[in-house]
Antibody
Framework: QVRLVQSGAEVKKPGASVKVSCKTS????????INWVRQATGQGLEWMGW????????AYAQKFQGRVHMTRNTSISTAYLELTSLRSEDTAVYYC?????????????WGKGTTVTVSS | ETVLTQSPGTLSVSPGETATFSCRAS???????LAWYQQKSGQAPRILIY???TRATDIPDRFSGSGSGTDFTLTISRLEPEDSAVYYC?????????FGPGTKLEIK
């Protein structure tokens, strides 16, 4: 059974950084990308970027360039999202997602989400 | 970037009836990379339809998708109270993999 277990809620001050983890199990970690999607309260879904756990290569949405880093630790099958220079608008639920990526590509298996609150 | 527009913003339909959701793209989307998701309150989204028209595992045949180019449609027939949710389209054909703003479905 494929599972993505995310780290717990975080409260951060403006200007700080946050690092969210996503521990995977039930499949070969390096075989599938990991995407990150966020959702502010009452708002829609926003795609942030994706990472190839095998190579470590990542691609980010333009909006987050320079502030986001997606990394991984293959020895523990865990992906990480780090967001720096936090502002109040970054308050959201952050989801890690394992896509289906054989011919088709879509967001297949979702973590339960990590709530990040940015407040002074 | 490919901008997705969904309409209507909110849909209110009675049980047993049919709901139709529209997703329009600012440029052509490869139909293999157009997907629909359902998100119920307090839950993570779940995949409903991928490749424009293929139902995901365990999705009932009341859900169907169609379209091509810039116009895509999700249809839910024989609506049930449990279908109350927000429905999003997403394209993964070109980065960034954009989502539409969503359509909220209310069951009367």
């Amino acid at each position: 059974q494929v599972r993505l277990v995310q780290s717990g809620a975080e409260v951060k001050k403006p200007g700080a950084s946050v690092k969210v983890s996503c521990k995977t199990s039930g499949y070969s970690f390096t075989t599938y990308d990991i995407n990150w999607v966020r959702q502010a309260t009452g708002q829609g879904l926003e795609w942030m970027g994706w990472m190839n756990p095998n190579s470590g290569n990542a691609a980010y949405a333009q909006k987050f360039q320079g502030r986001v880093h997606m990394t991984r630790n293959t020895s523990i099958s865990t992906a990480y999202l780090e967001l720096t220079s936090l502002r109040s608008e970054d308050t959201a639920v952050y989801y890690c997602v394992r896509p289906y990526s054989h011919y088709y590509y879509y967001m297949d298996v979702w973590g339960k989400g990590t709530t990040v609150t940015v407040s002074s | 970037e490919t901008v997705l527009t969904q309409s209507p913003g909110t849909l209110s339909v009675s049980p047993g009836e049919t709901a139709t959701f529209s997703c329009r793209a600012s440029e052509n989307v490869n139909k293999d990379y157009l997907a629909w998701y359902q998100q119920k309150s307090g839950q993570a989204p779940r995949i409903l339809i991928y490749g424009t028209s293929t139902r995901a595992t365990d999705i009932p045949d009341r859900f169907s998708g169609s379209g091509s180019g810039t116009d895509f449609t999700l249809t839910i027939s024989r609506l049930e109270p449990e279908d109350s949710a927000v429905y999003y389209c997403q394209q993964c054909g070109s980065s960034p993999f954009t989502f539409g703003p969503g359509t909220k479905l209310e069951i009367k």
